[in-house]
T-cell receptor, first 115, second 108 residues
């Protein structure tokens, strides 16, 4: 299957700083990328949907000024957690699809710890 | 928004037992997928079902898509410790929503 690379896999940052997470589709062009947040033993909660070249669509309750998403190319989307706080600590996962109603491919996830 | 409700949320069984996980929604989907996720990793696709009433088998796993394409089930026969993980159904379309998840633990 197609490969989606997410980086970094783990990051520890100080409270108040910003952290950028990258999601790259390595062997296909991703028309849409999705960002999820996951707490232990819970499902993936969709945070936002991003389409290349347009603004991301955020799910209800997700602060768009705090979780900045940029989808500048068909192979790269970034999630920046701004002014991070300990409650932002979580597992963040991206996925990418090549078209409508097709299989999604997932990154390996990023474990963010804010201290 | 959680469009897909899974049950049970947690399940702990002995090796060799059978189990069924359900994924229900009030919406109709063109297709539905099942994933398995291990801690610290991304979900891995198990199967995609697209036709109402469709049944797919993957070794000891049997997947069924409801006739009305609103629900699905995953049945595992003779569960093994290696089946332990988080099972997620997901609906495809303009957005990609996951179900609430079922955390399965198979005890040796």
């Amino acid at each position: 299957g197609a490969v989606v690379s997410q980086h970094p896999s783990r990051v520890i940052c100080k409270s108040g700083t910003s952290v950028k997470i990258e999601c790259r589709s390595l062997d296909f062009q991703a028309t849409t990328m999705f960002w999820y947040r996951q707490f232990p033993k819970q499902s993936l909660m969709l945070m936002a949907t991003s389409n290349e070249g347009s603004k991301a669509t955020y799910e209800q309750g997700v602060e768009k000024d705090k979780f900045l998403i940029n989808h500048a190319s068909l192979t790269l989307s970034t999630l920046t957690v701004t002014s991070a706080h300990p409650e932002d600590s979580s597992f963040y996962i991206c996925s990418a699809v090549q078209g409508y109603d097709t299989e999604a491919f997932f990154g390996q996830g990023t474990r963010l710890t804010v201290v | 928004t959680q469009l897909l409700e899974q049950s049970p949320q947690f399940l702990s069984i002995q090796e060799g037992e059978n189990l069924t996980v359900y994924c229900n929604s009030s919406s109709v989907f063109s297709s539905l997928q099942w994933y398995r996720q291990e801690p610290g990793e991304g979900p891995v696709l198990l199967v995609t079902v697209v036709t109402g009433g469709e049944v797919k088998k993957l070794k000891r796993l049997t997947f069924q898509f409801g006739d009305a394409r609103k629900d699905s089930s995953l049945h595992i026969t003779a569960a093994q410790p290696g089946d332990t993980g988080l099972y997620l159904c997901a609906a495809t379309g303009n957005q990609f929503y996951f179900g609430t998840g079922t955390s399965l633990t198979v005890i040796p």
